[in-house]
T-cell receptor
Framework: AQKVTQAQTEISVVEKEDVTLDCVYETRDTTYYLFWYKQPPSGELVFLIRRNSFDEQNEISGRYSWNFQKSTSSFNFTITASQVVDSAVYFC???????????FGTGTRLTVIP | GAVVSQHPSWVICKSGTSVKIECRSLDFQATTMFWYRQFPKQSLMLMAT?????????EQGVEKDKFLINHASLTLSTLTVTSAHPEDSSFYICSARRTEGTEAFFGQGTRLTVV
């Protein structure tokens, strides 16, 4: 069975600090896809990244970076020099090959304090 | 990214009435659309998956007769909450994707309040 764990329920940081959001997943499939989404207070989910299971290369996009490690079944998300606009709930999600839906973690609420 | 439009953004209805929520993929054809429900400060719970032209697949515990889903075209899916009750009040979100394994894009969500 597939499972996504985001152990951090809520995190607060002061602006300009770096913060890492953890995501640990479980799946029996060898082919799967991992995602991160941002949900600001408005409610809409914003796609951030997709990573397939065969691509362990880490990725950086501006202040965002992702560390995918199959050995530990983790797909962690780091925000560098956090800003108030980064305040949101962040969801990690898993989709197995052949499966239709995304399975979401419980989310991490990030608050960036000015 | 691709655009998914969900309408209405919020709706208040009386208990016993039905409410229809639309989900449109504006700039791509979505082979699959998903409907989620989210309670305050909780994660998204998948309600059903719909493929264009076929019946929706409902998750366990979701009443198919209460939550009617229609996916009439590759760009439109609708969710109708029939005979709504206060316990149906929630945030409903749709998503759409082109093909399996690709990222799903989400609508703005609909906040339903049943009074």
């Amino acid at each position: 069975a597939q499972k996504v764990t985001q152990a951090q329920t809520e995190i607060s940081v002061v602006e300009k600090e770096d913060v890492t959001l953890d995501c640990v997943y479980e799946t029996r499939d060898t082919t799967y896809y991992l995602f991160w989404y941002k949900q600001p207070p408005s409610g809409e989910l914003v796609f951030l990244i997709r990573r397939n299971s065969f691509d362990e290369q880490n990725e950086i996009s501006g202040r965002y970076s992702w560390n995918f490690q199959k050995s530990t079944s983790s797909f962690n998300f780091t925000i560098t020099a956090s800003q108030v606009v980064d305040s949101a709930v962040y969801f990690c999600a898993l989709s197995e090959a052949g499966a239709n839906n995304l399975f979401f973690g419980t989310g991490t609420r990030l608050t960036v304090i000015p | 990214g691709a655009v998914v439009s969900q309408h209405p953004s919020w709706v208040i209805c009386k208990s016993g009435t039905s409410v229809k929520i639309e989900c449109r993929s504006l700039d791509f054809q979505a082979t699959t659309m998903f409907w989620y429900r989210q309670f305050p400060k909780q994660s998204l719970m998948l309600m059903a998956t719909s493929n264009e032209g076929s019946k929706a697949t409902y998750e366990q515990g979701v009443e198919k007769d209460k939550f009617l889903i229609n996916h009439a075209s590759l760009t439109l899916s609708t969710l109708t909450v029939t005979s709504a009750h206060p316990e149906d009040s929630s945030f409903y979100i749709c998503s759409a994707r082109r093909t399996e394994g690709t990222e799903a894009f989400f609508g703005q969500g609909t906040r339903l309040t049943v009074v």
